[in-house]
C-alpha cells in the first residue's frame, strides 16, 4: 500500500489595497527609499486601514479567492487552521470565526503561533493529520495585520512589516508527492530580542493603562539578523543531507521574507542561483505569517508537478525550520 502525503492542491490569497511606499515612510520616520531597499529590500507594504477590521478579514478574503478559483464547497473542508501572530481577540480563536464566515461548517479549526514560524509549523501539523488518515481537506491559512503591532515612530521596526494573507488546501497524495521531510527547531532563549508584550499573560493590561512602546513589536535588529542568517541556512542544508538532496535537485527555496539579504544569504549556503529563489519581499514587507502562502500563490503559475521545493522560516521565539515538498499539479 502506498503511504499517504499531503499535498498542496490550491492556494489563494488576499492583500490589502492601501500601499504603504518608502516614499511615504520618508514623512513618518528618519530614513530613506535607498536605505531601506539597501537593507532590507523592500519598496513597498501592504496595510489594512478600515477600523474593525482585522487578521480574519485578511484570512477569509485569502480563502474566497483560493475557493473562487478551485471551484471548492467549503462545507467539504474537514479543519481550518490559522497560522498567525496577530490574532483577532486574546481569549477567541480566530480560525474558529473565519471557518464559520467562509462556510466550512463541517470542519473544527484552531489557531497556530510561533510568530514568523508560524506557517511553516501548520504545514508539519497538516502533514501529520493527512498521514494520519483522519482528515482529507485541510485548509491552512497565514495572515497577519501586523500594523496593529507596529510602532509608527519607530524607525526600526516600521519599514519592514505588513499586512497580508494565503490560503491553501492540503489533500491526501499516493504518488510520492508533497511534504517529505521536516526539520523544526526552537530556542527560548532569544524571545526578549523579538517581541510585543501586548496583553501577555505575564504583562497583563490594567485599568487606566495608558499605551506606551511595550505595545509594540520590539526587535533588536542585529541578533536577529545574524541568528536568522545562520539557522535558515543551518536547516535548509540539513535538510538537504537527510534527504540526500544537491544544489542541483532543487528547483525552488521558498524563503520566509523578511529581510533580502537573509534569503540571499540562505540560498548562497545551499548553493542556489537566484532564478530558484522565490522573491515578494519588496511588494509586501515581512508579513510573517503570510509570507509562505503568499510566495506559492504569486510563484503557483511557475510551479511544474514533481518540482522540489525547501521551504524555511525564522520568526521570534525564537523558531525557526525547514520543510521539503514536491509539487503536486501543474497550473
Same mark, same amino acid.
Request: proline share 2%; with cysteine; glycine share 8%.
Given at each position: 500500500?502506498?503511504?499517504?502525503?499531503?499535498?498542496i492542491t490550491?492556494v489563494?490569497?488576499?492583500?490589502?489595497?492601501?500601499?504603504l511606499?518608502?516614499k511615504?515612510?520618508?514623512?513618518?520616520v528618519?530614513?530613506?527609499?535607498?536605505?531601506?531597499v539597501?537593507r532590507t529590500g523592500?519598496?513597498?507594504r501592504?496595510?489594512l486601514?478600515?477600523?474593525?477590521?482585522g487578521t480574519?478579514?485578511?484570512?477569509i478574503?485569502?480563502?474566497?479567492?483560493?475557493?473562487?478559483?478551485k471551484? @471548492?464547497?467549503?462545507k @467539504?473542508i474537514d479543519?481550518v487552521? /490559522?497560522?498567525?501572530a @496577530?490574532?483577532?481577540?486574546?481569549a477567541a480563536?480566530?480560525a474558529a470565526?473565519v471557518?464559520?464566515?467562509i462556510?466550512?461548517t463541517?470542519?473544527?479549526?484552531f489557531d497556530?503561533?510561533s510568530?514568523?514560524?508560524s506557517?511553516l509549523?501548520?504545514m508539519?501539523?497538516v502533514s501529520?493529520f493527512i498521514?494520519s488518515?483522519?482528515y482529507?481537506?485541510i485548509?491552512?491559512?497565514?495572515?497577519d495585520?501586523n500594523?496593529?503591532?507596529?510602532n509608527?515612530?519607530?524607525?526600526n521596526?516600521c519599514i519592514?512589516?505588513g499586512d497580508g494573507a494565503g490560503? /491553501?488546501?492540503f489533500e491526501?497524495n499516493e504518488?510520492g508527492l508533497?511534504?517529505?521531510?521536516e526539520y523544526?527547531?526552537?530556542?527560548?532563549?532569544?524571545?526578549?530580542?523579538?517581541?510585543?508584550?501586548?496583553s501577555g499573560?505575564?504583562y497583563p493590561?490594567?485599568?487606566?493603562?495608558?499605551?506606551?512602546e511595550?505595545?509594540? /513589536?520590539k526587535q533588536?535588529?542585529s541578533?536577529?539578523f545574524?541568528?536568522?542568517v545562520?539557522e535558515?541556512?543551518?536547516?535548509?542544508?540539513?535538510i538537504?543531507k537527510?534527504?540526500d538532496?544537491?544544489?542541483?535537485d532543487?528547483n525552488w527555496?521558498?524563503?520566509?521574507?523578511?529581510?533580502?539579504r537573509?534569503?540571499?544569504? @540562505?540560498?548562497?549556503r /545551499?548553493?542556489?542561483?537566484?532564478?530558484?529563489?522565490?522573491?515578494?519581499?519588496?511588494k509586501?514587507g515581512?508579513?510573517?505569517?503570510?509570507?509562505l502562502?503568499?510566495?506559492?500563490a504569486?510563484y503557483?503559475?511557475q510551479?511544474?508537478?514533481?518540482?522540489k521545493?525547501i521551504?524555511?522560516?525564522?520568526?521570534?521565539?525564537f523558531?525557526w525550520g525547514?520543510i521539503?515538498?514536491?509539487?503536486?499539479?501543474?497550473s
Amino acid at each position: 500500500m502506498a503511504k499517504v502525503t499531503a499535498v498542496i492542491t490550491g492556494v489563494g490569497k488576499y492583500v490589502p489595497d492601501y500601499i504603504l511606499t518608502n516614499k511615504e515612510l520618508e514623512t513618518m520616520v528618519d530614513t530613506n527609499d535607498e536605505w531601506i531597499v539597501s537593507r532590507t529590500g523592500i519598496r513597498e507594504r501592504r496595510i489594512l486601514k478600515e477600523e474593525g477590521k482585522g487578521t480574519s478579514f485578511l484570512c477569509i478574503e485569502a480563502a474566497k479567492d483560493l475557493f473562487s478559483k478551485k471551484k @471548492t464547497d467549503p462545507k @467539504t473542508i474537514d479543519l481550518v487552521i /490559522v497560522s498567525t501572530a @496577530t490574532r483577532d481577540m486574546i481569549a477567541a480563536s480566530t480560525a474558529a470565526y473565519v471557518a464559520s464566515e467562509i462556510g466550512a461548517t463541517n470542519a473544527f479549526s484552531f489557531d497556530i503561533d510561533s510568530a514568523c514560524s508560524s506557517f511553516l509549523y501548520g504545514m508539519s501539523v497538516v502533514s501529520a493529520f493527512i498521514e494520519s488518515g483522519k482528515y482529507k481537506k485541510i485548509l491552512l491559512i497565514g495572515g497577519d495585520k501586523n500594523s496593529s503591532m507596529i510602532n509608527y515612530n519607530d524607525r526600526n521596526t516600521c519599514i519592514i512589516f505588513g499586512d497580508g494573507a494565503g490560503a /491553501v488546501l492540503f489533500e491526501p497524495n499516493e504518488e510520492g508527492l508533497g511534504v517529505q521531510d521536516e526539520y523544526l527547531r526552537t530556542d527560548g532563549t532569544g524571545r526578549e530580542f523579538l517581541r510585543s508584550l501586548k496583553s501577555g499573560s505575564s504583562y497583563p493590561p490594567k485599568l487606566g493603562d495608558i499605551i506606551n512602546e511595550d505595545n509594540f /513589536v520590539k526587535q533588536e535588529g542585529s541578533t536577529v539578523f545574524k541568528r536568522a542568517v545562520s539557522e535558515m541556512a543551518n536547516v535548509s542544508e540539513e535538510i538537504l543531507k537527510r534527504n540526500d538532496l544537491k544544489k542541483e535537485d532543487i528547483n525552488w527555496l521558498a524563503a520566509h521574507q523578511a529581510n533580502k539579504r537573509i534569503i540571499d544569504a @540562505t540560498a548562497k549556503r /545551499v548553493g542556489l542561483d537566484d532564478s530558484k529563489v522565490m522573491m515578494n519581499i519588496e511588494k509586501y514587507g515581512n508579513t510573517t505569517s503570510a509570507t509562505l502562502p503568499l510566495l506559492i500563490a504569486d510563484y503557483e503559475k511557475q510551479l511544474k508537478k514533481g518540482d522540489k521545493i525547501i521551504f524555511a522560516a525564522f520568526g521570534g521565539g525564537f523558531s525557526w525550520g525547514a520543510i521539503y515538498m514536491k509539487w503536486a499539479y501543474n497550473s
